[in-house]
């Protein structure tokens, strides 16, 4: 009996690790309500509702705000700005990794500043383009530099784990250039850009809300969370917390279920044919 068990678990592979996504939904909303509560037990512990308001406030100023047109407009507005920071940051990376993937000489050359832009606190580097550049162009341009060392530290890695022989018969048949880099290298290296750009969304729109929180950019989620905090809407705080919860969700899951969605259609097809 036993073994006809470890055959039959040996036969689904796959079960196991279809309970495990199925049980995320609900850790997650597990994970809702235990912050919900750590947040009312906070509020009875420090006997402070005004810093810790009820639950069922910060429901009410979630559906507020999230059926609001002016919410969404703002929120389009820092979304704007990070897909900007991203296409900067992706161009630059793209650039920086193919040299790093290739030349070891170019990879030790960079090392130090992209440990740099890794390490450096935000508000140091925030301050710093403050003083270089106009304030509405500040939420951009920090995020971009801060996302910069994710992209080409994917490049370069993606590159170096291409089989040389591979790319040595290709550049014997069409020689080094523009074709190449994006009909070989980027293919090859697709699956360690996409990670890349999972992890670098959803920091990416932690970055320009802070920045925008900093530079007091009008207009935008940052600008709206100072505001609630400067006339002590804690429970519009709240809120604002949620609905960047839910845009984080969105940018970083959304891509990954549609690619999946792609590759699950093709391959149908391929197999239909």
């Given at each position: ?19 495990r ?70 161009a ?95 293919p ?14 959803g ?62 259609r ?8």
């Amino acid at each position: 009996m036993i073994s006809t068990m470890w055959r039959n678990k040996k036969r689904n592979p796959d079960q196991k690790g279809g309970s495990r996504k199925s049980r995320e939904p609900l850790a997650f909303c597990l994970g809702l309500l235990l912050a919900a509560a750590l947040i009312q037990l906070a509020g009875q512990v420090k006997g402070d509702g005004l810093v810790f308001p009820g639950i069922e406030v910060i429901c009410r100023a979630f559906l507020r705000l999230l059926f609001s047109g002016h919410t969404w407009m703002i929120a389009a507005n820092s979304l704007g700005r990070l897909l900007v920071s991203m296409a900067i940051a992706t161009a630059l990376g793209v650039t920086l990794g193919l040299a790093e993937g290739m030349s070891d000489f170019i990879r030790a050359l960079l090392r130090p500043l992209m440990h740099l832009l890794r390490s450096i606190p935000m508000i140091v580097l925030v301050v710093i383009i403050m003083v270089l550049m106009p304030y509405q162009r500040v939420p951009v341009t920090a995020s971009s530099l801060i996302l910069l060392p994710i992209i080409s530290e994917a490049v370069s890695e993606g590159c170096r784990r291409i089989e040389p022989e591979l790319i040595d018969v290709y550049r014997l048949n069409s020689g080094f250039g523009p074709r190449i880099v994006l009909h070989i290298y980027l293919p090859l290296m697709g699956g360690y850009l996409r990670q890349a750009w999972v992890n670098a969304a959803g920091m990416g729109l932690r970055l320009v809300i802070s920045t925008e929180y900093l530079v007091q950019t009008r207009n935008s989620l940052g600008k709206a969370i100072y505001s609630s905090s400067y006339f002590n809407e804690y429970q519009d705080i709240y809120a604002y917390a949620l609905i960047m919860i839910l845009l984080v969700l969105l940018i970083g899951e959304l891509p990954g279920w549609m690619l999946r969605l792609y590759e699950r259609r093709k391959t149908g097809k391929s197999a239909g044919d």
